[in-house]
């Protein structure tokens, strides 16, 4: 069944099946990271709708911030910051097969101190 996938793909799949095995019922907050970007985003697995989500895309950060430590924070401050107002407090945190260091910490940090709780 996994023939064929990379040791990235099975400790993503291997994550994920855990987390929400072990969730009961908490939105995720589910983290992606590339060479250029981070994206992180609350989804509510039981209805299948994204709750909230923040990017380094997004309008107002965009030219300010890149693929780094501090554009990660502010990523983090303000997934929590939609979260809250959406009227989520407690999440159970996906890396999504990503190492926890670096960008991931500094994300998972920030949304921490924003209020969120993980």
């Known amino acids: 069944m996994t023939k064929g996938l990379s040791l990235f793909a099975k400790r993503r799949r291997r994550n994920r099946s855990t987390l929400k095995a072990r969730a009961g ?5 589910s983290i992606h990271r590339s060479g ?14 994204t709750v909230a989500s923040a990017s380094t895309l997004e309008k107002d950060v965009r030219g300010t911030t890149g ?4 554009a990660a924070q502010e990523v983090g401050k ?6 809250k ?3 989520v407090t407690q999440v159970v945190f996906d890396r999504g097969g990503f190492l926890y260091h670096g ?4 994300l998972a940090d920030a949304a921490r101190e924003s209020g969120l709780e993980f």
Do not use: S
């Open 78 to 83: 303000r997934v929590a910051e939609a979260a």
């Open 85 to 87: 107002a959406a009227g």
């Open 67 to 70: 693929a780094t430590v501090a």
């Open 103 to 106: 960008r991931v910490k500094a």
């Open 36 to 49: 250029r970007h981070i994206y992180a985003q609350v989804i509510d697995d039981v209805a299948g709708k």
């Open 25 to 29: 019922g908490r939105p995720r907050l």
